[in-house]
């Protein structure tokens, strides 16, 4: 971990477990790291990348303020594998955002990953294939894809699970876009 700290505070980027699936990740705050990404993963330039925070105040960084509703919504959906789009206006993260002035947010349940962003700050966290194929299960996968194209690769065995869920939040409701792990979690807040 320590190594990939290193990598990933200086530019590079590298394959990892995440609370849901193997992704590629890079620093959300290297315009560098995210171009790469997009072209490692051969992603549509249109489509911006989930975020992986590591507290609320980590939106701090891209500018983000929440009203008293939204960050209420929040506390009872995160940390979880939901992915929370929000509107980020700022053509500062142009490179994250693609035009579309809004970026999607995860906050991770699992230990391993909080502390890893803790020390690296924010990071994109796409999945690991390249896009319309299959997400890796295993490292072995994410070098069928990658090879030494990524910096790193830690192994955590075979990951085979549904991708995180997304939502939008608007005006105080949510609404959801992908159902993936934590929609029962969604469901529940949305119906209260």
């Known amino acids: 971990m320590k190594n990939a700290v290193r990598i990933l505070k200086s530019g590079g980027v590298g394959v990892l477990p995440t609370d ?8 959300a705050l290297s315009k560098k790291s995210v171009i790469r990404i997009y072209k490692l993963r051969k992603r549509n330039p249109k489509k911006p990348l989930i975020i992986l925070i590591n507290t609320l105040k980590d939106l701090d960084y891209f500018g983000i303020k929440l009203d008293r509703k939204t960050k209420k919504i ?21 490179y994250l955002h693609r035009g579309t002035k809004t970026l999607a947010f995860r906050l991770s349940k699992q230990k391993n990953l909080q502390n890893l962003i803790q020390q690296t700050g924010p990071l994109v966290a796409p999945s690991a294939n390249w896009e319309g194929h299959p997400p890796a299960k295993t490292t072995r996968e ?15 065995g075979k990951l085979d699970s549904l991708p995180s869920t997304l939502v939008r939040i608007k005006k105080g409701k949510i609404e959801m876009l992908r159902e993936g792990l934590g929609m029962k979690k969604v469901l529940k807040v949305k119906n209260l």
């Open 74 to 94: 929040l506390h009872m959906l995160w940390p979880g594998p939901i992915s929370v789009i929000l509107d980020c206006p700022s053509r500062k993260f142009a």
């Open 142 to 156: 994410a070098k069928n894809y990658f090879g030494t194209n990524a910096d790193f690769y830690i192994d955590a």
């Open 20 to 27: 849901t699936i193997y992704g590629i990740v890079g620093s």
